[in-house]
């Protein structure tokens, strides 16, 4: 275990919470999740896994700055 495991998580956290009240995220087809089964070769997204699951084809959104 290293010393600084849990500084990176807790600025991981940060960050994340930094972007998300910043900016607003939304899915291309009108804020819709994509739906079927996300290991289908044809799904928009699509999942391949190895170490971790990871997406296929990325996951393509809109991202809009808030007014704060």
Not at 18 to 45: I, M, N, T, W
Request: hydrophobic share 40%.
């Amino acid at each position: 275990k290293c010393l600084g495991d849990q500084f990176a998580l807790i600025e991981a956290t940060v960050t994340l919470a930094l972007v998300l009240r910043r900016f607003e995220f939304e899915f291309p087809e009108g804020g819709r999740g994509y739906e079927g089964d996300a290991s289908a070769k044809d799904h928009p997204v699509g999942m391949r896994t190895g170490a971790t699951i990871h997406t296929r084809n990325g996951l393509w959104m809109n991202v809009k700055e808030r007014d704060i």
